[in-house]
């Protein structure tokens, strides 16, 4: 059975920082897109920023310069680093995998992590 396992979540004051991590029990995880996505109270769930299976990464605006995205592929892990946070980033923050091919159609979500940050 497929998991994606957040961590690292929680309450954090204005200007600090956090650094989420997702655990995957996928095959081939490697091939897989991975994203984290957040979601506010009343918000739809929105795309903070992305990495492809070459180490490609993508940000929202609202993230860039302040949020970096990895992956240990031998490890099944991506990581979010939160730098300079703000109380608009506080959200539930959801990450992704993603296959898509002519054979495959994967796309699998964990159960989200609460981060907070205070003013």
């Known amino acids: 059975q497929v998991q994606l396992v957040e961590s690292g979540g929680g309450l954090v004051q204005s200007g600090g920082s956090l650094r989420l991590s997702c655990v995957a029990s996928?095959?081939?995880?490697?091939?897989?897109?991975l994203g984290w996505y957040r979601q506010a109270p009343g918000n739809e769930r929105e795309l903070v920023a992305a990495i492809t299976s070459s180490g490609t990464t993508s940000y929202a605006d609202s993230g860039k310069g302040r949020f970096t995205i990895s992956r240990d592929n031998a490890k099944n892990t991506v990581y979010l680093q939160m730098n300079s946070l703000k109380p608009e980033d506080t959200a539930v923050y959801y990450c992704?995998?993603?296959?898509?091919?002519?054979?495959?159609?994967?796309?699998?979500w964990g159960q989200g992590t609460q981060v907070t940050v205070s003013s």
């Open positions: 996928i095959n081939s995880f490697s091939m897989y897109i």
């Open positions: 992704n995998a993603k296959r898509i091919s002519i054979v495959t159609n994967n796309n699998y």
